[in-house]
């Protein structure tokens, strides 16, 4: 192809139908068709892609600066980035699975994504104003940062490292199991055994809901956090915590120190470990469990 070339109003349905595209843009065309063609811009480099309509499976994969513009990849349009690097998608529908695997330096704005298994094992992504559902999302990855995200889905941030949010929703179970180096500020995370085996997981005016979140911790940080319908949090966790509003009930904190305003239940019972974890509580109405 030439360089600099435009392609616009064009369906494309056969196999690689733009194989190792170079310096082109692509305007408002079809990737469908009974054809059924994989791999459309495979090995594609410096590709401009707008309002376009993806269809078919595995679009850009080992792909270099992709710029990805009101367009939309349908359910149907599975596994759309693969082992790709240096892409922006901006006011974009990603709605296959598996959409985002092993890519590096990625940009998402204003994005509606429904993908499970999204963003596996891929490296400096940043994502603003993203909702996002599917279980699984961002499984292995590292160095992210997501500001202004609506996240439903189960099992999210799992074998993470290095990740940073800010003014978030979250309603998933199992969030950030295993993780590393995870700030979270000012946002919402309901979810079932939030944190479990978590290193380094700091949590800063977040509010969080679910049964027995952050157990098994290491170097837990809470701050200024509410903690609702909590029950049986902290087992076997290293924390230092500052909690405000009421918690249902505390359990076998190992080590560091609590500030808690109001709770129903601190129970230090049964432990396999010894408990020096420091618990200052400022109602006097608990049931004390030992």
């Not at 392609?7 to 494309?12: A, D, H, L, M, Y």
């Not at 977040?206 to 029950?231: A, H, W």
């Not at 470990?273 to 049931?287: A, D, T």
Request: proline share 2%; net charge negative.
């Amino acid at each position: 192809m030439e360089k600099n070339e435009t392609i616009e109003n064009k369906r494309f349905g056969e196999e690689r139908a733009l194989y190792d595209a170079q310096n082109v843009t692509i305007k408002n065309c079809l990737f469908v068709g009974k054809e059924s063609g994989e791999s459309a811009l495979k090995e594609a480099n410096n590709i401009i892609v707008k309002d376009c309509y993806f269809d078919l499976k595995y679009p850009f994969w080992h792909d270099d600066k992709v710029t990805i513009l009101s367009s939309t990849m349908t359910p149907n349009c599975r596994a759309a980035l693969w082992y790709s690097k240096n892409i922006d998608i901006e006011n974009s529908n990603v709605f296959g699975i598996k959409a985002l695997r092993e890519c590096e330096n990625i940009s998402l704005n204003r994005c509606n994504i429904y993908s499970v298994e999204f963003g596996w094992k891929s490296n400096n992504i940043k994502g603003n104003t993203l909702i996002i559902n599917g279980d699984y999302a961002f499984l292995m990855g590292k160095n992210i940062q997501l500001e202004n995200i609506r996240y439903e889905g189960k099992y999210s941030f799992q074998y993470i490292e290095d990740l940073e949010i800010k003014n978030s929703i979250f309603d998933t179970k199992d969030a950030f199991w295993h993780s590393k180096n995870v700030i979270v500020s000012d946002s919402y995370i309901k979810g079932e055994y939030l944190g479990w085996y978590s290193e380094n997981l700091t949590l800063i005016n977040c509010v969080i809901e679910g049964t027995q979140p952050l157990c098994y911790c290491k170097n837990l940080q809470l701050v200024n956090c509410e903690l609702k319908n909590c029950d049986l949090a902290f087992e076997y966790s290293d924390l230092h915590a500052s909690l405000k509003g009421h918690i249902k009930s505390i359990k076998n904190p190992i080590s560091g120190k609590i500030d808690v305003e109001n709770i129903d239940e601190l129970i230090l019972k049964d432990s396999k470990f010894p408990l020096k974890c420091e618990i200052n509580i400022k109602n006097n109405n608990y049931n004390l469990i030992k």
